[in-house]
């Protein structure tokens, strides 16, 4: 048993240690850390199908940590969230994301079921993924411009932050109806209803238990880290009781993401526990890289080829999409030039999307085919290489504000 365990660390370690090599090279690189960390997954796992190293047991552990990285990405997007901020901006986030999600998700559904032929499971799946965004690859390019603390810099997280917030929920509610879309035969309108319904329960019953929470145990767990120590104990009180709320979501068929990502929302109404964040880091860098070196290795490297046309055409939708949906509602909030960087900044598919592929490739090949899941996480490799160097010189060029939106 020693051994086998020996041989868990020595993996676990060799990983940690690769994650942190790989972010380096990333940033000299001038590319996103996750592009590296999804092709040395697809390195560990086309090694793993000629060399057989990976027991059961060995995979069930990096599950596991993929899971746990997962809750931690979700989390620090509910942790960095300002509700109160995002509400104050809703009236006009909402038109830009009403636009790039519904756009880029009809697109990817159209594109994945009239023109790839794909099944109608598999297309709403794309149409999931397809619609979510990925901000922190374009963030540090507006920050490296200094454009992100502007007008537009603030809609674009705005618009970015709703857009992850309904692909989570898209997906609970996608796996919700999933049985009875897979059921053929009966009456699919009113099981598909009275799915939404106990789904709509479900989220509406967690919800009003975060405000509970948020309102009235969060201060007391705030007391009781001051009491304890305050420079040590919080990070791992919030962090804990946020795992354990993701668990919860997770136990209500909700979801870990969706748990997670309301954890989060939950502790970053105290300007405490936000300060905690820093502190978060350690432990974020530690298994989020499992989410992604696992995304990589679930991929067969012999569908890689045979996924290239499908890619393509799901790399136009995804592109056009996002593009067009989040650029043209833009128009209204800044000149010409602002609105393509907007648009264009929400062209990245990464954490959420490639989450929302990933549960789906795991439910079976009727929800996500292994070459379709092959040709998303191309996809979003693809979209995450090109936006910032399409960013880059949009954003060396004045923005034209309209009047009155600054």
């Known amino acids: 048993m020693d051994s086998v365990h020996s041989f868990w660390v020595m993996l676990v370690g060799g990983m940690v240690v690769a994650a942190v090599l790989l972010g380096a090279a990333a940033r000299r690189l001038h590319i996103d850390s996750v592009v590296l960390l999804i092709l040395f997954g697809l390195l560990i796992g086309a090694v793993d199908r000629q060399l057989a190293f990976m027991t059961a047991q060995v995979r069930a552990t990096l599950a596991f940590l993929g899971d746990m990285g997962v809750v931690a ?24 994301w009403a636009g790039d999600v519904g756009l880029s998700g009809s697109l990817a559904f159209l594109a994945a079921f009239l023109v790839l032929d794909l099944a109608l499971i598999p297309s709403l799946v794309i149409a999931v993924a397809m619609s979510a965004t990925s901000v922190g690859v374009t963030a540090a390019t507006w920050e490296g411009a200094h454009r992100l603390d502007t007008p537009e810099g603030r809609l674009l997280l705005d618009v970015a932050e709703l857009d992850d917030i309904s692909a989570i929920a898209l997906l609970a509610l996608l796996f919700a109806v999933l049985p009875f879309l897979q059921a053929p035969g009966h009456a699919l309108g009113p099981a598909l209803i009275d799915a939404g319904a106990r789904f709509a329960a479900r989220i509406a019953a967690f919800a009003a238990f975060c405000y509970v929470f948020a309102r009235y145990a969060e201060p007391r767990i705030a007391a009781l880290a001051a009491r304890l120590h305050p420079a040590r104990a919080k990070m791992p009180l919030v962090a804990g009781f946020g795992f354990m709320i993701a668990a919860l979501a997770g136990g209500l068929d909700l979801s870990l993401a969706v748990g997670a990502l309301f954890a989060g929302v939950v502790f970053s109404r105290d300007p405490a526990a936000v300060r905690v964040e820093a502190r978060f880091d350690d432990l974020y860098a530690f298994f989020v890289p499992f989410f992604f070196i696992a995304i990589g290795m679930s991929v067969d490297a012999t569908n890689l080829a045979g996924s290239l046309g499908t890619a393509l055409v799901l790399l136009v939708a995804a592109v056009t999409g996002k593009l067009l949906g989040g650029g043209i509602p833009a128009l209204a909030f800044t000149g010409t030039t602002g609105a393509i960087a907007i648009g264009a900044s929400l062209v990245p598919r990464a954490e959420v999307a490639l989450y929302v592929a990933a549960q789906a490739h795991a439910a079976g090949a009727d929800v996500l085919p292994a070459d379709v899941y092959a040709a998303v996480v191309l996809v979003a490799l693809v979209t995450m290489l090109i936006a910032p160097l399409v960013l880059r010189p949009l954003l060396s060029r004045p923005f034209a504000l309209r009047r009155g939106q600054a």
């Not at 990405?73 to 809703?90: E, Q, T, V, W, Y």
């Open 73 to 96: 990405l979700l989390f620090r997007i509910g942790l960095d969230s300002n509700l109160s901020g995002l509400l104050s901006a809703l009236p006009r986030a909402l038109r830009v």
